[in-house]
């Protein structure tokens, strides 16, 4: 079975043939809401949305163990995580797409691993490559099929929010190599890799970060949802092109 973790890019995936919604609980509380189960074409497929019904919950707030746990244990075999994200790098515009290959970590504080408690020897996972390769292949050529603009890699850097950044610190995070901005990718990804699930992502830029084009001054929150609006049928499209041709 597929996952699909949505965010404000995709709240819900509208081709999808629902069987039936389950509200799980896990060892590490409750996930973000129910889990949508479902079909499409003729393959099982599961729907999470991460920011909660109604979108009420942040990404610093969001039980990233809960909801990755509760997919494993229905059976994900794969996850596809839909994220919006800033621009860094100049040549990505808002409502362009991006698969990114690496992920730097700049949040804290958020509950970021399995492997905690009395019973447990020290647990190392291999994060050198944060997405899963396969995926990653998938959603590339499905997006070049269906004809979404599309950067095939991408540095993710992950802040904590759920303010946006300082100019000067999307300027740290270039110096750095990134080449996006977002809140969600972590501890998601690397909770993925702990569990064993192939992860891979599917960025929606949703703005120019902080001090960037259009955001030189600030970030305009209308525009951000008037992007998101449009580009959510481009990742609908990826999603079931990927699905479609049996990934
Ligand atoms: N920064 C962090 N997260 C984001 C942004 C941003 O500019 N846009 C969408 N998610």
Do not use: C
Not at 106 to 119: A, M, P, Q
Not at 158 to 168: D, N, S
Request: proline letters at 4%.
């Amino acid at each position: 079975m597929l996952a699909v973790i949505g965010g404000s890019s995709l709240s819900q995936l509208a081709g999808l043939d629902v069987s039936h919604r389950e509200v799980l609980r896990t060892p590490y509380g409750e996930p973000s809401g129910a889990i949508t189960f479902g079909q499409m074409f003729g393959r099982p497929m599961a729907f999470l949305g991460r920011n909660g019904y109604g979108h009420t919950i942040l990404p610093h707030e969001v039980n990233y163990r809960a909801n990755l746990w509760a997919l494993h244990e229905r059976g994900a075999l794969g996850i596809i995580s839909v994220a919006s994200v800033g621009s860094i790098r100049a040549d990505l515009k808002p409502g362009d797409v991006v698969i990114p290959h690496q992920i730097i970590d700049y949040t804290w504080g958020r509950k970021s691993t399995y492997f905690e408690g009395l019973d447990r020897g020290v647990t190392h996972v291999d994060f050198t490559e944060p997405y899963d390769a396969n995926l990653r292949k998938q959603l590339i050529e499905a997006a070049r099929e269906v004809g979404v603009p599309m950067s095939d890699s991408a540095v993710y850097a992950v802040t904590q929010g759920p303010r946006l950044e300082t100019a000067a610190e999307i300027d740290r995070l270039e110096r750095d190599g990134a080449d996006v901005v977002g809140m969600t990718a972590m501890p998601e990804a690397a909770l993925a890799r702990e569990l064993g699930v192939p992860y891979a992502s599917i960025g929606v830029v949703a703005n120019h970060a902080a001090g960037r084009g259009a955001s030189r001054h600030s970030i305009s929150f209308e525009s951000i949802q008037a992007v998101l609006e449009r580009s959510m049928g481009g990742v609908r499209n990826i999603i079931e092109k990927m699905v479609e041709r049996g990934g």
